[in-house]
């Protein structure tokens, strides 16, 4: 009796100090910028490792497009994690969420390969000129449905008032209009098969799939916060969450943002995984690696509603 006793005050001692993880199980549907197919895709198989009885479904999609699967289409979905966190705070909350945690920057590049016209001589000082050319062909976003779209769009703005050219951007945006995609990562396939020599596209897209890109000045990126104030004089004009409803978009530097949803099915797992996310040695270590700076912690949306293990994450 004893020796039974002594061997259960050793289980017990051993199980505190080696809590085992909770079991999580079922689907965990994630609904996801398309420049973040890549960390997520390695996110994902780090997490399984983990929690290996989830069974995540990711789905990449323009952010704007993502959010819409939840108000328009009334999908299911657990976490939203968009390339522009505004899109959560004017699309999903506080109806479909309560919070908002911003987690990684970004930049726009212009992205092109070996074999582009003029990769050779394209440069920070004349790209524009580059672009313009009548032989050159141009892919960019969609505005209306992913924020690298409308982000195109401000960056050539911006590029009018950096370098002076007054009439640049209006140019540069009526070019090649059938070379426009539904999401930014769609803009790779038209760049490896040389159906265009350049795209707008975020950095870290480039560098997660090996690609030649100009990195842009920081006056007209997107990426410093410290350049808001100029990023804030330009803007665009994007449809709204109704038929006909129409929004205007500010430039700031880009930050991206995730939330979980208040109906979502699987709670517990989403917790799990935006917890896994956000850990700066395991999910934002990868999206480092991605090409995707962290800017935890930042000022989250809703706060005061967090659960309280995410707190550390962000600030009020």
Not at 35 to 42: D, E, Q, R
Not at 94 to 119: C, G, H
Not at 131 to 136: A, E, F, N, T
Not at 222 to 248: C, H, M, Q, R, W
Request: hydrophobic share 40%; glycine share 4%; charged share 25%.
């Amino acid at each position: 009796m004893r020796k039974i006793t002594l061997l259960a005050l050793i289980l017990l001692s051993f199980s505190l100090a080696f809590p085992q993880k909770p079991k999580i199980t079922g689907d965990l549907v994630i609904f996801h910028a398309g420049s973040l197919a890549v960390p997520m895709k390695k996110m994902i198989e780090a997490f399984n490792k983990e929690y290996p009885n989830v069974n995540v479904k990711a789905e990449a999609a323009g952010s704007v497009a993502s959010a819409r699967k939840i108000t328009d289409l009334n999908r299911e979905c657990d976490i939203l994690a968009s390339a522009d966190y505004q899109v959560i705070d004017k699309m999903l909350i506080p109806k479909y969420a309560d919070w908002n945690i911003r987690f990684a920057s970004n930049e726009m590049a212009i992205v092109y390969t070996l074999q582009s016209k003029y990769a050779d001589k394209i440069t920070r000082s004349n790209w524009c000129d580059i672009l313009l050319k009548k032989d050159v062909l141009v892919g960019r976003a969609d505005p209306n449905s992913d924020p690298c779209g409308y982000r195109t769009v401000l960056t050539c703005k911006l590029a009018e008032k950096y370098y002076k050219k007054t009439g640049i951007a209006d140019k540069l945006l009526a070019k090649d209009h059938n070379m426009m995609r539904p999401k930014e990562v769609d803009l790779l396939a038209l760049l490896e098969t040389q159906s265009v020599d350049y795209i707008f596209i975020y950095k870290s897209v480039a560098i997660q799939h090996g690609l030649k890109y100009l990195a842009l000045p920081d006056n007209i990126n997107l990426k410093n916060p410290a350049f808001d104030k100029f990023y804030s004089t330009v803007s665009v004009e994007i449809n709204g969450d109704k038929p006909g409803e129409k929004v205007i978009q500010n430039g700031e530097a880009m930050i991206y943002g995730l939330t979980i949803l208040k109906n979502a099915p699987n709670k517990v797992a989403a917790e799990a995984f935006v917890k896994f996310m956000l850990d700066k040695n395991k999910g934002m270590k990868i999206m480092q690696q991605c090409g995707q700076p962290s800017v935890i912690p930042s000022r989250a949306t809703g706060y005061k509603k967090l659960p309280a293990f995410l707190k550390t994450f962000a600030t009020p």
